[in-house]
């Protein structure tokens, strides 16, 4: 069986999928890497899917155990506290809220020095170039270099996650000799499941690509409130401005429309195979992408623990099929 794993984007939200693969990897037994033949992510889904196949010393990649006390350690350096969504009008045009040298410190940290190509299983991110309006991806493992080429984990991470007016785009020259301006994935894909389904469907047979024995596509979101509209508007930047509070409704089925039809085409295909993984934040949670206030990622923490009780007899159920049983 071909077993896929794809994680959403979401900013600070993204220790709700780490903290539902740490307990996966206890009950299987094994690493992240190890359960899955693809590894997918959006924005801070791309930084963990990177992480979770990077080769660290030796080869071994992180379990999404390590990459709990990794990934938020520096959560308030990389979103210092003062800043809120709000702030976004408030920035001249062109102009991003935070610096993206607080990012990239901590993302070469993590992942070094490491090529796409090195990584430990087949994985993909997400990216948009504004100077082309194009929807791409990076590729590695085993995967087919996409036009991007075999870049350092570490920029196709940051490319993932600089969200526009958050973070400044990332200049990159690709392998054909044309200048992108690389912007979070999430424009294009906050949900990267079909990519990683289609992506997977490439794969050779040697990678588990063998159709006879089907397809498991797990795909992690990053927590929902029930009130956001996506990832630039959301009911905190809304709720000052009374024709946008109006147009609510409108926005979010233009965000979040294009998400469920998605989701449904993959459940009529894939059935019971298609798993999605979605968190309901607690109250007094926010589920802006970038408050990393102790307090909010407090309720991010504790949002996390009760999805995994919620789905506990997945939880149980996936280990046992991850491991071949």
């Given at each position: ?54 080769p660290r010393g030796g080869g071994v990649p992180y379990s999404a155990k ?260």
């Open positions: 069986m071909l077993r896929i794993l794809s994680i959403d984007g979401g900013g600070v939200r993204g220790i709700i999928p780490i903290i539902w693969l740490a307990h996966l990897e206890k009950r299987a037994g094994r690493r992240t890497a190890d359960l899955f033949d693809l590894i997918v992510g959006t924005s801070v889904g791309g930084m963990i899917a990177l992480a979770l196949t990077c390590e990459l709990r006390n990794l990934n938020f350690s520096n959560a308030k350096s990389i979103f210092p506290r003062g800043h809120s969504a709000q702030d976004l009008s408030a920035l001249p045009p062109g102009a991003s809220m935070y610096p993206a040298r607080p990012l990239q410190r901590f993302l070469e940290e993590v992942l070094g020095d490491a090529k796409l190509s090195e990584a430990t299983v087949p994985v993909a991110v997400t990216t948009c170039d504004l100077s082309s309006t194009q929807a791409l991806h990076f590729a590695g493992g085993g995967l087919d270099q996409s036009r991007l080429g075999d870049a350092p984990m570490a920029l196709a991470a940051r490319a993932t996650g600089s969200l526009p007016r958050f973070f400044p785009a990332v200049t990159y020259t690709d392998p054909g000799g044309q200048t992108r301006e690389l912007v979070d994935g999430g424009l294009a894909a906050d949900d990267p499941a079909l990519v990683a389904y289609t992506l997977g469907l490439s794969l050779p047979r040697d990678n588990g690509g063998d159709d006879d024995d089907g397809v498991l596509l797990v795909s992690l979101g990053t927590g929902t409130s029930g009130t956001s509209i996506g990832l630039l508007l959301n009911a905190e930047q809304t709720r000052n401005t009374s024709d946008l509070q109006a147009l609510e409704e409108d926005f979010a089925m233009v965000f979040g429309g294009p998400g469920q039809l998605m989701r449904e085409g993959l459940r009529r295909i894939l059935d019971t195979n298609y798993v999605r993984i979605q968190a309901r934040l607690l109250p007094g949670t926010n589920h802006a992408s970038n408050d990393a206030r102790t307090k909010n990622i407090l309720g991010l923490l504790a949002s996390a623990e009760r999805s995994v009780l919620d789905t506990s007899a997945e939880l149980h159920r996936l280990a046992g099929v991850l491991q071949g049983k």
